[in-house]
């Protein structure tokens, strides 16, 4: 009896112990006083008593005493850790220092501080970044008419080229010092989105040069010369610049572009001065066609050692007018039918001098460090914010459609198969939302967050992808005839575009996700590898010791949280101090995934070593875990930021629940294909010790997402704020005025319905003339709005797009 009550003291010192990370000293008496009481009753002998005691005070001086344990147990690990590590490239080494680790450190943590996520003011826009919201970009807006610009023109017309350059759209990032709008990353972010509801060409022609490309290196790299000249010629919109990195050969793998630049004398308005021979070949590059400074990313070689004593300097970055001598643009590449200026560009031995180097020569060979340092805040904004303009403009006309068009005599919306699609919409909409703003807001915090812009590229455009077969599926034939009337098809079209730039969504997922986080995020990782290839002698073993320990200890913790999270379902998991009741149990299901997450991580790390970059399969399912604790975090914070408006619930218990569900899911996926299989049973027990609880979300509350979506007001308005509504007569806006009129005619669809079931003779007659009239004007907007374009017979080809430009050259100059 009394040896039972000491074997269930020590399980509960150990449970305790590890739930709380005890430090080792604190073990070390637990155990001393656990084996004291073993020993007693044991009735050893006297001598056998001392024996144990000795070996006991041993072990425990190894352990506590740092000299001792680094000596005898660090020093080897750290031996052994060297020769197994990989070496990393230059450019491995470059890509993971760069950026900041955020709100994602919490999470692979296993303990995240909800309170200090909570605590990060909501962010907000100025009243002059507003205004130019509510102004320019309202206007812009309306200058677009996406059928002429995809179809008629295949480019933006003239004077939406101008009005982009005149009012500073291409300088939104560069600070006002240099005559840009030096906005936020939210404002930044809020105009692409609001661009990218009414057209995408210009969306993308507004954002590139916003994103990573000459401005934002010159920012951060550029000398005060380079800075002075350019910046304020970018902001103006008096130089259209793009960004150069992509080739035949190396598109993913962008560290191996062959493009090749060679230092050497060369002959530079007349006089004979250092410079580079640069020979390239690009190809997708965006606003290449008509750029007229040209960021091109080459290797420099100095083979005759005129710069450096190295022959190879690396990657390189530099400005290049385009109308230098010997530099192709002009040719168009066609993705998808977005239009939006996109091309290749090339050269041979064009030579141009050093100081077009960004940062000048003294930056020759650090372009792959500039790019990496850069490519987060961009990532951050770009492809997240357009992909959430696009699902917010197809809440609002899929939602208005499904009313307007009805079969079997009903608004196609409250058909449950049509709701279903729509509810799923809905809910996307409302975490992209809140993921866009709490990345954004990251950034304007200082962050460069270099996982987390990766979890909201690969999210939002795969989620955006998704919404768009949706509601391609609810649309029908109206989705599929392009033409002025069709205001999604041109959505679907690109959909894939956004897959595959900025870093194609396969490689994001499995190897920037999980793989740049498990080693920018972790804990102590990082440190370790820093300590076993980047120090030496003392220092290394100190710091090896330091972290390896503590990893240690990290790995239990966790091991022991998520087995009894799993077995409370989460009922003691951390939540934020005065959360809302509706929302609590998501904060705390979050804090047992992030334990269980970081258990697994750490576990397949140590079963997998570097094999594990290989098994992207393995890799790509932890990102999603990491992803969805992600998207989470930033609905649970949106909504809290909101006020915690009870009408947006539904759209917050749906996506929450869908996330976790996936969650679970990917951690099933893991488990299942985990190549040491005894450790995989041993996982699954201490992760879903109660099997797998989370469930999908209800199809009750997918209907409430459905009914926002398929309702006007302030809920529908929130969901889809920031979005540009059209109030003209063009093909949306008479889809938001048929909305509007459908949904104020239903009282005398009713009346008619009944009326013709009671069998009067004329149905109409019962109705006074102001419904009549009302029912007529109904009538007339719905039949437009189901109304599908048809074309002559010699639509589309050569000589019938010819007369239609000329028709519009001479409409123009007539305006
Ligand atoms: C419309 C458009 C605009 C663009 N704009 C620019 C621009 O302005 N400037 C510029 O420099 N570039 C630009 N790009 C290039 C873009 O960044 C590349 O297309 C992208 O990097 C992918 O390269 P790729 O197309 O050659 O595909 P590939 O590299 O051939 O990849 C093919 C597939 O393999 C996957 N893959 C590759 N490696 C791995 C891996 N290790 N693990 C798992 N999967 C992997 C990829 O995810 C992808 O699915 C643009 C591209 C397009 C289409």
Known sequence: MAGLALAAAALAVFLLFAYFALPLVAWTIAVALLGWGACALAGFSVTANLVLAA??????????????????????????????LPDMSQTEKEAIDAGTVWWDGDLFSGKPDWDKLLAV???KLSEEEQAFLDGPVEELCAMCDDWEITHERQDLPPQVWQFIKDKGFLGMIIPKK????????????????KLSTRSSATAITVMVPNSLGPGELLLHYGTDEQKNYYLPRLAKGLEVPCFALTNPEAGSDAAAIPDRGVVCKGIWQG?????????????????????????LAFRLYDPEKLISDKEDLGITCALVPTNTPGVNIGRRHMPLNAVFQNGPNWGKDVFMPLDWIIGGRDFAGKGWMMLMGCLAAGRAISLPTSSVGGTKALTRFTGAYAR?????????????????????????TYMMDATRVMTAGAVDLG???????????????????SCVNDAMDIHGGKGICLGPNNWIGRGYQIAPVAITVEGANI??????????????????????????????????????????????????SNGVRTLVYGLTKAAFAPIPEGCSAETRHYYRHVSRLSAAFAFLADVSMLAMGGALKRKEKISGRLGDVLSMMYLVSATLKRYEDMGRIKADLPLVRWSVRDALYDAQ?????????????????????????????????????????????????????????????????????????????????????????????????DPWAILTAEENAQWQRKETLRKQVIKVDDFPQDFGRAEAMQRLSSEKTVSVRAA
């Open 507 to 556: 490689l994001t997922r499995t190897l920037i996700i999980f793989g740049q986080g498990a080693i920018r995020c972790h804990p102590y990782v990082l440190r370790e590898m820093r300590a076993a290839k980047e120090m030496h002698g003392a220092e290394a073993s100190r710091e090896f010791d330091d972290a390896f320990t503590s990893h240690a200890g990290h790995v239990l």
């Open 665 to 761: 899911q990917a951690l099933d996926g893991i488990l299942s294909n985990f190549p040491v299989k005894p450790l995989a049973r041993l996982l699954r027990w201490t992760i879903f010790p109660l099997g797998m609880t989370f469930r999908p979300p209800l199809d009750k509350v997918n209907r409430e997402c459905a009914q926002i979506a398929l309702q006007p007001g302030a809920a529908r308005d929130r969901l889809t704020a920031g979005m540009y509504v059209p109030r003209g007569d063009d093909a949306t806006g008479i889809l938001e005025a048929a909305f509007s009129a459908a949904v104020a005619c239903e009282p005398i669809d009713k009346k008619l319905r009944e009326a013709q079931k009671g069998g009067a003779a």
């Open 447 to 465: 962050e460069k967050p270099a996982v987390l812009s990766a979890i909201a590229k690969y999210h939002m455009t795969e989620r955006a992808r």
């Open 404 to 428: 307007v068009r009805a079969q079997f005599k009903t608004p196609i919306g409250r058909l449950e198969g049509v709701e279903e699609a729509l509810g799923r919409i809905a809910a996307h």
């Open 178 to 193: 240099f005559g840009g709008l030096g906005f936020s990353a939210l404002a930044h972010s809020a105009v692409v989105m």
């Open 271 to 295: 006089k004979e001065v250092l410079g580079m021979r640069v020979t390239w070949d690009k190809r997708y590059i965006t606003l290449g066609p008509v750029a007229t400074l040209l960021g």
């Open 121 to 123: 003011p909501a962010p």
């Open 55 to 84: 070996a006991f005070v041993v072990a425990a001086a190894v352990l506590n005493l740092a000299f001792l344990r680094r000596a005898l147990i660090t020093n080897q690990i750290l031996a052994v850790y060297r020769r197994i």
